[in-house]
């Protein structure tokens, strides 16, 4: 059984910074592409960052809001996806998920984590 757990998320102030972790259980991270994606109250679940599956390009893309603030990255050995987030800012705040694909992480990706809270007050 695949699971993915996020954890790492808190409140934090405006200018702070988090890093979330998603740690994989019944599927090796390294072959499935990994993304965060993040949903705001009211809004729609909305990309935050991407990677690409070992042995693929290793291609990262961020949303145009979080691009030069977060950064993704993987330890193979730890099973895990970090998301890095520096430079907070009060719309950073909603529920973060990760979520993992055999191909591509989109909003119907495979697998998916319960979630973690960020708060970012100002």
């Known amino acids: 059984q695949v699971q993915l757990v996020e954890s790492g998320g808190g409140l934090v102030q405006a200018g702070g910074s988090l890093r979330l972790s998603c740690q994989a259980s019944?599927?090796?991270?390294?072959?499935?592409?990994v993304g965060w994606f993040r949903q705001a109250p009211g809004e729609d679940r909305e990309v935050v960052a991407r990677i690409n599956r070992i042995g693929s390009s290793g291609y990262k893309d961020y949303g145009d809001s979080v691009k030069g603030r977060f950064s993704i990255s993987r330890d193979i050995a730890k099973n895990t996806v970090y998301l890095e987030m520096n430079s907070l800012r009060p719309e950073d705040t909603g529920v973060y998920y990760c979520?993992?694909?055999?191909?591509?992480?989109?909003?119907?990706?495979?697998?998916w984590g319960q979630g973690t809270q960020v708060t970012v007050s100002s």
């Open positions: 979520a993992a694909d055999p191909f591509v992480t989109t909003l119907r990706s495979t697998y």
């Open positions: 019944g599927v090796t991270f390294s072959s499935l592409a």
